[in-house]
C-alpha cells in the first residue's frame, strides 16, 4: 500500500509493521537504506571534521612519499571487507541460505576489487577531501548540510523498525 510521509509516520507510531508498504511509490526498506547511507554521509562529515583538512593533506602527501603506506592501506581495506564477507556468509550459512559452508571466492574477488580501488585512490581523496574543507567557510556549509541529513536519514531508517 502505498503511503504518504505523514500516514506512515502514524501507522508506525501505532505499532504497526511498515515493510509490505511504500512511501510515495518507494518500498519501506529502501527507504530505509537510503536513510541509512544518509546517516552514514553525515556521519563522514563529524569524522572528517575531526580528523581535520591539514592531517588529510599531510596523510595525502605522505601516502605519496611512501608506497609501504599504501600497500598498508589496501592489504587493511581488503582484510576488513573480507571479514565481513565471512561474517554474513556463515550467518547465512547458519538460518538456512545456503546449503554448505563452501565461501564464494566472487564475493572475495569482489571485496578485493572495492579494496584495491579504494586503497590505491585513497591519497588523491584524501587530498581533494582536505583541499576541499580547507577552504574558507565551507565548514559551515558542511555542518548544515549534514544535520539535516543525519535526521533525514535516522527518521527513514525508523520506519523499517
Known sequence: MDLTLTDAWTLWWSGQQLTEHSIHGM????AARTGKLLAFLAGTTIVLDIIGSEKLIAWSKKAGENPR???????TLFVLGAGVSLVFEFFAWRQGGFESPVYDPRLLFATGLVALLLGTSSRRLAGWVGAALAREGIEKWVR??????????????YLAS
Open 144 to 157: 548544515w548540510i549534514a544535520v539535516p541529513l543525519f535526521f533525514l536519514g535516522f527518521a527513514l531508517d
Open 69 to 75: 603506506l599504501k600497500r598498508i592501506v589496501v592489504w
Open 27 to 30: 518500498s519501506v526498506l529502501w
